[in-house]
């Protein structure tokens, strides 16, 4: 069992920056780790994933303006979020699971995920 916490959601401005946390509780380490949203009307979107060996990936949606990072001492994944827009407000996840190949879009439908962190951009 793979327990994930996310933190870090809220409001801001388009053009601006926010950044998500994700703290992994238990001893399970999954080998991929990463984040997808979900908008209200719309369909579950990867967006980025870290799999252990350091491999990362992202959505063309979000490429360049989205970071993803972990800190392995404190369990704890990252999004740093650039240049929002409106269009990426949704309720954001933590995901992860076991799948070595470890794409952005294999992390849509994760084995494990975080109850979700509400970002919404204002334009």
């Known amino acids: 069992q793979v327990q994930l916490v996310e933190s870090g959601g809220g409001s801001v401005q388009a053009g601006g920056s926010l950044k998500l946390a994700c703290t992994r509780i238990?001893?399970?380490?999954?080998?991929?780790m990463g984040w997808f949203r979900q908008a209200p009307g719309k369909e579950r979107e990867g967006l980025a994933g870290?799999?252990?060996?350091?491999?990362?990936s992202y959505a063309d949606s979000v490429k360049g303006r989205f970071t993803i990072s972990k800190d392995n001492a404190k369990n704890t994944l990252y999004l740093e979020m650039n240049s929002l827009k409106h269009d990426d407000t949704a309720m954001y996840y933590c995901?992860?699971?076991?799948?070595?190949?470890?794409?952005?879009?294999?992390?849509?439908?994760?084995?494990?995920r975080g109850q979700g962190t509400q970002v919404t951009v204002s334009s």
């Open positions: 870290l799999a252990a060996d350091g491999r990362t």
């Open positions: 995901a992860a699971d076991y799948v070595v190949r470890c794409s952005y879009a294999d992390l849509s439908q994760p084995g494990f």
């Open positions: 238990g001893s399970s380490n999954p080998y991929c």
